[in-house]
């Protein structure tokens, strides 16, 4: 049985402009959540606001770099002008660039810390006193298996995502009794446009992953359910159980096939 009724909540979700985001954003209408959708590309997330629409749910697009405070501003600011306040904030936005840190330079890194890290625990920030009038509110964060362990060649990306991981779990702890639930939320190899972006050598770019559409019926239904925390894909929960067991031999091997 859902611990959360999610008809008519309503939500921020970033990031839903392609990839897990959209398909987020149409499993969460498909349960009647009304939503702010937020990304820098403007065709692709009016897209996603239709199909929200066409679903019959209600959607407003707002357009922006989520590093930027006024549009994290302005993402709270419609969750109130437009539903009267917020009950789910779901922190999708990120990015990565991989490449072996010795010859990468400081832009990768604030870059990357800028987008997985201070944006979302920011927006975190503005938007919890409006969190805490909402229904059975909830924050969820979506971290990577990376970050709960390390892989090379993508050591800001697990460093930001460790830093997520650290985060959500220090602030559950703080808003349990608040009311205020957190879900770390950590996909495996998800089969998005991510890696395009991301890995600059096309040869090196994952063939196969879980599919969006999977990840976002998972997360809805932890959403639902409540739930803290999810890691997705049997490879994905072995390697994360492995690391923390054998933490030394799981470096090894890693080092060695874990690129
Ligand atoms: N794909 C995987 O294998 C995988 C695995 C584990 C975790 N994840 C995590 O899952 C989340 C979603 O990734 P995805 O796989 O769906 O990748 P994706 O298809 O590349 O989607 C990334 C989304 O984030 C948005 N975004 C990126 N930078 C932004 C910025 N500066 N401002 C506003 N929006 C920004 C993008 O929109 P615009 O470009 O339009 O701004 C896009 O909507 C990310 O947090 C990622 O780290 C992915």
Do not use: C
């Not at 419609?78 to 490449?99: E, R, Y």
């Not at 800001?156 to 703080?174: I, N, V």
């Not at 997360?219 to 490879?235: D, M, N, W, Y």
């Amino acid at each position: 049985m859902a611990k959360r009724e999610l008809a008519g909540s309503r939500a921020i979700l970033t990031g839903a402009s392609s990839g897990i985001g959209v398909e987020l954003a149409r499993e969460l209408a498909r349960h009647g959540v009304r939503l702010v959708l937020a990304a820098r590309r403007k065709e692709q997330l009016e897209q996603t606001a239709q199909e929200v629409a066409a679903a019959g749910s209600q959607a407003v697009a707002v357009m922006g770099d989520i590093a930027d405070p006024d549009v994290r501003s302005r993402l709270v600011d419609t969750a109130q002008s437009t539903f009267g306040g917020l009950d789910l904030l779901i922190n999708n936005a990120g990015m990565g660039l991989f490449g072996p840190f010795a010859n990468s330079d400081p832009a990768r890194l604030r870059q990357i810390m800028e987008v997985n890290f201070f944006a979302p625990v920011e927006l975190i920030r503005i938007a919890l006193p409006v969190l805490r009038n909402g229904r059975k509110p909830m924050i969820v964060n979506v971290s990577s298996v990376l970050g709960h362990f390390a892989v090379p060649n993508k050591s800001e990306y697990s460093a930001s995502k460790f830093a997520l991981h650290g985060f959500s779990d220090a602030l559950r702890m703080e808003l349990m009794s608040d009311g205020i639930d957190v879900l770390l939320v950590s996909p495996s190899t998800t089969t998005t446009e991510f890696f395009d972006k991301a890995e600059p050598d096309a040869n090196r770019r994952p063939q196969r992953g879980m599919s969006p559409t999977r990840v976002a019926r998972k997360t809805v239904a932890a959403i639902r359910q409540g739930k803290h925390e999810v890691i997705f894909s049997l490879p994905g929960n072995l390697a994360v159980w492995g690391d923390r067991i054998a933490p030394s031999s799981m470096s090894r091997l890693l080092a060695r096939f874990g690129d």
